[in-house]
């Protein structure tokens, strides 16, 4: 299996398009979104639920399975996503044989809609791995990124990742971990078992392709500008 793993869209509709023509030539069986579809300020006459609409029809033009779950500006895309049957917020999805599983939202400093609590993160990911735990291969997908990683590193240098991300992977050490938030530590890295992936902000132009084959992933973070 191939993943390609956006995210962190933040609104920018036109950027998304743009940069989805520039890796319809790449080969992937499924597309990844862990989060944040939308942003503090929306464009003039449209809801959130407008804009995820928008952002999941491009997406949908792939013509792959999508999976899902909301970023801290997603609140109210709950409902929809899950609705849309994209969403593995507490829950599982199956493709191709791989599991995914999940739960969005993340801390910040800013009072953003959807923050949950590191308790909430951790119940909701044990809650959405039930009834995949028999699965050989499975995907994590969340917005917060594991603490004290690669991924969860912010200019000043400090970690903000989710600690109960980390023990969660740390207990069932999934194939792979996909998550996003922090746009600056976009990238690759491990922890035990699990390959660690976050893609970068997508209207930036980085993404991630990250290939499973016989139960062991690799992963790049690949530039379309």
């Known amino acids: 299996m191939r993943i390609l793993a956006i995210a962190c869209i933040h609104n920018d509709i036109e950027s998304l398009l743009n940069l989805l023509d520039k890796i ?34 491009e997406l949908r033009n792939a013509g792959k399975p999508i999976v899902t779950v909301p970023g801290s500006w997603d609140k109210e895309l709950i409902e929809f996503l899950d609705k849309q049957n994209v969403s593995v917020h507490g829950k599982s999805i199956v493709v191709n044989d791989v599991a995914f599983y999940g739960y969005g939202g993340a801390r910040t400093p800013f009072g953003t809609p ?30 917060a990124p ?20 980390r023990k969660i992977i ?6 792979v971990a996909i998550s996003a938030h922090i746009h600056e530590s976009k990238g690759v890295d491990a922890l035990g078992k699990t390959t660690l992936v ?24 690949v530039s379309l500008t």
């Not at 993160?121 to 009834?131: C, Q």
């Not at 740390?170 to 194939?175: A, G, I, L, N």
């Not at 209207?203 to 790049?220: V, Y």
């Open 24 to 57: 319809s030539g790449e080969k992937f069986d499924v597309v990844v979104c862990p989060g944040d579809f939308t942003d503090l300020s929306l464009p003039k006459g449209f809801t959130r639920v407008d804009v995820g609409k928008l952002i999941l029809e």
């Open 114 to 143: 959807f923050e949950p609590s590191d308790l909430e993160i951790e119940n909701g990911l044990r809650a959405a791995y039930k009834n995949i735990s028999h699965k050989a291969v499975k995907v994590q997908v969340t917005h």
């Open 146 to 165: 594991p603490a004290n990683t690669k991924l969860d590193v912010i200019y000043s240098g400090a970690h903000v990742g989710s600690e109960a991300v």
């Open 170 to 175: 740390q207990e069932f050490e999934p194939t």
């Open 198 to 221: 976050n893609p970068g902000r997508f209207p930036e132009g980085t993404c991630a392709l990250i290939d499973i084959d016989n139960g062991k992933a690799t992963a790049k973070i």
